[in-house]
């Protein structure tokens, strides 16, 4: 029975439609055209799918989470691929892996009442999975080289559009506070509890033992213009203390009135030195521990029903990590493998 509602083929237009825009502007016309004609042709197939599927029987709004979820992973993982310089008769057969593994993975996990927030990370987790094993399988046919390969597996076309975003609201709160710098407020306040406000600071003196507090309600600012299942995402791994704090910072409408400016760009400066850096250490030694790590919450059933659906592969690596030996493949797939196990727990 046909899904009520969903017309499939004018939303996977649409999806079409607005890719367009994100397309990168150095594409040439073939470029364009294979990212916006992959994108469609795979949310069309899926939503047809799914419109035609008598077991699953999802409702609309699956329905069209599924398809948009294919539509926009086809997006990014299309880009990696022209960026990558793979010659164009293998983009194909890639992209039909990553469309197959997106729907299979999606489907199994919103018919099994998953939140939201683990099917995705469980469909990008097998989705950069499947396109780093499809390029080393090129190279294994030695139908690349290694430079190639090294080249095409350090494509994230979605990691870097996170990046511009984030740049883009820290460039938009520091607008916003340089232009509140007039009205000197005089200073952030705690959150809304019991408790003394903490008052201004000098710009040459340190922040003191309020700069948790001050930096926590610059963190509230930012998140008051992000997407609500992106900011859940990021609280959830929070000292459960703190994201409370943060959420009730962002319940205060006036905050960026209350917040003084300089405060809130000494903050941002802080905050973003101490990040850590985009190149991890993939030693062996660092990928067993991690994978040790994690284990001390998992018994051994419970952590071979999370890897059920994975390949043999991935479940001899993460149980021979278990033993302290780490089973040969690349580091970057190791390391999303352990990820992937973090975030299960």
Same mark, same amino acid.
């Given at each position: 029975?046909?899904?009520?509602?969903?017309?499939?083929? !004018?939303?996977?237009?649409? $999806?079409a439609?607005?890719?367009?825009?994100?397309?990168?502007?150095?594409?040439?016309?073939?470029?364009?055209?294979?990212?916006?004609?992959?994108?469609? *042709?795979?949310?069309?197939?899926?939503?047809?799918?799914?419109?035609?599927?008598n077991?699953? *029987?999802? *409702? #609309?709004?699956?329905a069209?989470?599924?398809?948009?979820?294919?539509?926009?992973?086809?997006?990014h993982?299309?880009?990696?691929?022209?960026?990558?310089g793979i010659p164009?008769?293998?983009?194909?057969?890639?992209?039909?892996?990553?469309?197959?593994?997106?729907?299979?993975?999606?489907?199994?996990?919103?018919?099994?009442?998953?939140?939201?927030?683990?099917?995705?990370? $469980?469909?990008?987790?097998?989705?950069?999975?499947?396109?780093?094993?499809?390029?080393?399988? $090129?190279?294994?046919?030695?139908?690349?080289?290694?430079?190639?390969?090294?080249?095409?597996?350090?494509?994230?076309?979605?990691?870097?559009?996170?990046?511009?975003?984030?740049e883009?609201?820290?460039?938009?709160?520091?607008?916003?506070?340089?232009?509140?710098?007039?009205n000197?407020?005089? !200073? %952030?306040?705690?959150?809304?509890?019991?408790?003394?406000?903490?008052?201004?600071?000098?710009?040459?003196?340190?922040? !003191?033992?309020?700069?948790?507090?001050?930096?926590?309600?610059?963190?509230?600012?930012?998140?008051?213009?992000?997407?609500?299942?992106?900011?859940?995402?990021?609280l959830?791994?929070?000292?459960?203390?703190?994201?409370?704090? %943060?959420?009730?910072?962002?319940?205060?409408?006036?905050?960026?009135?209350?917040?003084?400016?300089?405060?809130?760009?000494?903050? #941002?400066?802080?905050?973003?030195?101490?990040?850590?850096?985009?190149? #991890?250490?993939?030693?062996?030694?660092?990928?067993?521990?991690?994978?040790?790590?994690?284990?001390?919450?998992?018994?051994?059933?419970?952590?071979?029903?999370?890897?059920?659906?994975?390949?043999?592969?991935?479940?001899?690596?993460?149980?021979?990590?278990?033993? !302290?030996?780490?089973?040969?493949?690349?580091?970057? %797939?190791?390391?999303?493998?352990?990820?992937?196990?973090?975030?299960?727990?």
């Amino acid at each position: 029975m046909a899904i009520q509602g969903f017309d499939y083929k !004018g939303f996977a237009q649409n $999806l079409a439609q607005q890719a367009l825009e994100l397309i990168p502007k150095d594409f040439n016309d073939n470029q364009k055209n294979y990212v916006a004609n992959t994108l469609l *042709n795979f949310s069309t197939i899926a939503g047809q799918a799914l419109n035609d599927d008598n077991q699953l *029987n999802f *409702n #609309l709004d699956q329905a069209m989470m599924i398809t948009q979820i294919i539509a926009e992973w086809s997006f990014h993982k299309s880009v990696d691929l022209i960026r990558s310089g793979i010659p164009q008769q293998y983009w194909d057969p890639i992209m039909q892996k990553i469309a197959f593994t997106i729907f299979e993975i999606a489907k199994n996990a919103f018919h099994q009442g998953l939140p939201q927030d683990q099917c995705l990370q $469980l469909i990008e987790h097998h989705v950069k999975k499947t396109y780093l094993d499809c390029i080393a399988e $090129l190279k294994d046919k030695n139908l690349i080289d290694e430079g190639l390969m090294e080249k095409a597996a350090s494509q994230s076309n979605i990691d870097a559009m996170m990046q511009q975003q984030a740049e883009a609201e820290q460039q938009q709160a520091q607008a916003q506070a340089q232009a509140q710098a007039q009205n000197q407020p005089a !200073g %952030v306040p705690q959150p809304p509890q019991p408790g003394a406000m903490p008052t201004g600071v000098p710009a040459n003196e340190p922040l !003191g033992a309020d700069a948790k507090v001050f930096k926590l309600a610059t963190l509230a600012l930012l998140f008051q213009k992000m997407k609500q299942e992106k900011v859940q995402t990021i609280l959830n791994k929070f000292n459960p203390d703190d994201a409370n704090s %943060v959420i009730k910072f962002m319940g205060m409408p006036d905050l960026g009135e209350k917040v003084d400016p300089g405060i809130t760009m000494r903050c #941002l400066e802080e905050i973003r030195t101490s990040l850590p850096s985009a190149h #991890l250490d993939l030693t062996p030694s660092k990928l067993v521990t991690k994978i040790q790590n994690v284990s001390q919450y998992f018994d051994k059933s419970q952590l071979e029903l999370v890897l059920r659906p994975e390949r043999a592969k991935v479940k001899r690596f993460v149980f021979t990590a278990l033993e !302290g030996e780490y089973y040969e493949m690349p580091p970057k %797939v190791a390391n999303i493998i352990a990820t992937h196990i973090e975030d299960s727990v």
